[in-house]
Nanobody, 117 residues
């Protein structure tokens, strides 16, 4: 069963920072070939893309996090990170990692991020 595992969520004050980690399933060979992404879902809202990173390191960000969040990957550790700075209360959500293995996407169980005002 393929399931990435997220960690690093928590409670932080507005303006603070958190770094999320996602440990991918499977072999490093497969990890290096595929895109990884971070999504989030706030209560009562649909899940939305936050950022993703391709196998060659190209990144894509949602407008609402540009300049504040940074996605990166460590292929030696099969891990993708989301550095979140200047957090706002509206960033409060469950953050999910999505691991792509070619055409198939696999979700983690999510990690809660709560930003207090």
């Amino acid at each position: 069963q393929v399931q990435p595992v997220e960690s690093g969520g928590g409670l932080v004050q507005a303006g603070g920072s958190l770094r999320l980690s996602c440990a991918a399933s499977g072999s490093g060979f497969i990890f290096r070939l595929n895109t990884m992404g971070w999504y989030r879902q706030a209560p009562g809202k649909q899940r939305e893309l936050v950022a993703d990173i391709t196998s060659d390191g190209s990144t894509n960000y949602a407008d609402f996090v540009k300049g504040r969040f940074t996605i990166s990957r460590d292929n030696a550790k099969n891990t993708v990170y989301l550095q979140m700075n200047s957090l706002k209360p509206e960033d409060t959500a469950v953050y999910y990692c999505k691991q792509w293995i070619f055409q198939n996407g696999y979700w983690g169980q999510g990690t809660q991020v709560t930003v207090s005002s």
